[in-house]
């Protein structure tokens, strides 16, 4: 049985019990004071002792996924909490590779020429993750295939983010991020590859490698946004390079933040 299974359990049983003591007029007292109270000194139990039940494994893993024969793919990451690094290597056969610490959950398939692949946190044993004394923290240093056409989705909680993207063929790219720091070095030989972000609290950083012409169309609530206007000219709400329309190699770039701060350079 899952630990938070139990833990709820015996909150549900108990307040059920409580609640009928009352009603059959048995044990007679004001419910939520009680009920309330009761919660409170249990999850306290359950903090105190949860560290002591469960303890996940910190070591470093290797992780690789063939392509099989892939043409192009489409990979999401979904990664709540740690630091995230993603570069581009050469890896013949290989869609990415590299190490994980804290486990990850893999799903694969394929459809033609496609490889989708979604990496995951590794789900706990409970709702509540104690790090142990072994903790390390969730920590993603990956690889992907420096040659292969692609399409990146990050989903992201509170963490630190790091994506070096300059060396691949990356046409889509997609973020997702809450309180975190991104840092994106976006593609320099990939021809159009287009952007999408969304942040919540956040610090969102773009790096447009310097043949690279920009796009920019930005959708912010309170966040402070610093774009490099001697490269790309603001024109009302959008920031272009003169040369976008003609230019081998550019970015289309839409980022709409919250609180946060946003930095294209």
Do not use: C
Not at 29 to 44: D, E, K, R, T
Not at 138 to 150: A, G
Not at 171 to 186: D, F, H, P, Q
């Amino acid at each position: 049985m899952r630990r938070s299974s139990f833990f709820w359990g015996v909150v549900v049983l108990l307040a059920g019990l409580l609640l009928l003591l009352n009603t059959l007029n048995i044990f007679v007292f004001n419910f939520w004071p009680v009920f309330w109270a009761i919660f409170l000194i249990l999850a306290g139990v359950w903090f105190l002792m949860g560290p002591r039940l469960y303890r996940r494994d910190w070591t470093e893993e290797s992780i690789s996924i063939p392509l099989e024969g892939a043409s192009e793919a489409e990979v999401r990451f979904e990664h709540g909490a740690g630091r995230l690094n993603v570069n581009s290597a050469n890896l013949p056969g290989e869609l990415l590779s590299g190490t994980i610490t804290g486990g990850v959950d893999k799903e694969i398939a394929h459809n033609g020429g496609i490889l989708s692949a979604a990496l995951s946190m590794q789900k706990v044993s409970f709702g509540i993750p104690f790090p142990s004394t072994d903790f390390k923290g969730f920590i993603w240093n990956l690889s992907v295939n420096r040659d292969l056409p692609m399409r990146l989705n990050f989903h992201t909680g509170a963490g630190e983010t790091t994506l070096d993207l300059s060396d691949t063929q990356v046409k889509e790219l997609r973020i997702e991020t809450g309180a975190s720091s991104t840092k994106v070095t976006l593609p320099a030989k990939a021809g159009a590859t287009r952007v999408m972000a969304k942040a919540g609290m956040a610090s969102l950083e773009f790096n447009v490698p310097q043949d690279v012409a920009a796009r920019i169309s930005l959708h912010t609530g309170i966040s402070g946004s610093k774009v490099n206007t001697l490269r790309f000219p603001q024109n009302g709400d959008v920031y272009q390079s003169p040369d976008f329309d003609s230019a081998a190699n550019k970015v289309d770039i839409e980022i709409e933040a919250g609180m946060g701060g946003i930095e294209i350079r």
